[in-house]
């Protein structure tokens, strides 16, 4: 028959289990920050999958988990949403969207939300001329064209897009842009709105 021991425990267990006790916090972190950047490469590889399909529900979805915890890549989410308002036809939610992601993007690391953020502020430019409004599209087409122009090298001009019409856009951004501006100089004023009817 074994004898029970009464008493203190022994120094060696104390420590063990101090260290356990210790450590299972710091473990349960480097557990959640490996799962963290793990949903970001899965989830980031869904999301362009979910654009691609211009699936805007499962881009919103994607934003979600994104967000949740969004310190390693903090560009990603509005980046994501960014991408889901333009399929949505939400240019000014885009535009912010983008404009956020851009302000926590690396500039050596910026040129697809800068394309983005340039593409995006082009439409509205080209939505504001249409109806009229010259002094916004100038004032949008300027924007756009400083955002090619703070862009990293061949971000724009000299890119090496796989997709040819894609490579085209970009590397026509500058021109483009500055060739709606001058046509704006040119164009004549709007009439002013007809009277309203008598009474």
Known sequence: ????????????????????LWSTPLALAVVLVAVKLLSVVFVGNAAVRDYADSDAES???????????????PAKAPFVKGAQAVLERRLDDADALFDEALTRTRDAQSCPVRVNLTLVRERRG???????????????????LGIVAQAPGNCFAGNTDPD????????????????????????????????????
């Open 59 to 73: 881009l919103a979805t994607d934003a979600a988990i994104l967000g949740v915890a969004n310190v390693i890549e």
């Open 126 to 144: 080209d939505d504001a001329a249409f109806i009229g409004r010259n002094a916004d599209a100038r004032d949008l087409y300027t924007q756009a």
């Open 164 to 199: 040819q019409e894609r490579r085209a856009v970009r590397a026509d951004a500058a021109a483009r842009l500055q060739a709606k501006i001058d046509g704006l100089r040119d164009a004549p004023p709007m009439a002013p709105p007809p009277p309203p009817p008598p009474p």
């Open 1 to 20: 028959m074994r004898r029970r021991r009464t008493g203190r425990i022994p120094a060696r267990l104390r420590t063990r289990r101090r260290l356990v």
